[in-house]
């Protein structure tokens, strides 16, 4: 039943039937959200590289 939906999604959309499985399984994972909103995203690099490393120092234990 899956194969065959794959072999139909592929055949429709003229993609291999990999193609299709590995699209499915970036929407399952969520990994193409992530692709959407770094494609969206409006920082530069170096925004982002001390957005990134803000996020680190607050969520770090302190040191005693």
Same mark, same amino acid.
């Given at each position: 039943?899956?194969?065959?939906? +794959?072999? +139909?999604?592929?055949s429709r959309?003229?993609?291999?039937?990999?193609e299709?499985?590995?699209?499915?399984?970036?929407?399952?994972?969520?990994?193409?959200?992530?692709?959407?909103?770094?494609?969206?995203?409006?920082?530069?690099?170096?925004?982002?590289?001390?957005?990134?490393?803000?996020?680190?120092?607050?969520?770090?234990?302190?040191?005693?």
């Open positions: 039943e899956v194969l065959r939906a +794959v072999k +139909v999604r592929a959309s003229g993609k291999g039937d990999s299709v499985i590995e699209d499915a399984l970036r929407r399952d994972l969520g990994l193409d959200l992530l692709e959407r909103l770094w494609d969206r995203s409006r920082l530069t690099d170096a925004e982002a590289v001390a957005l990134a490393v803000e996020a680190q120092h607050a969520t770090r234990p302190r040191q005693p």
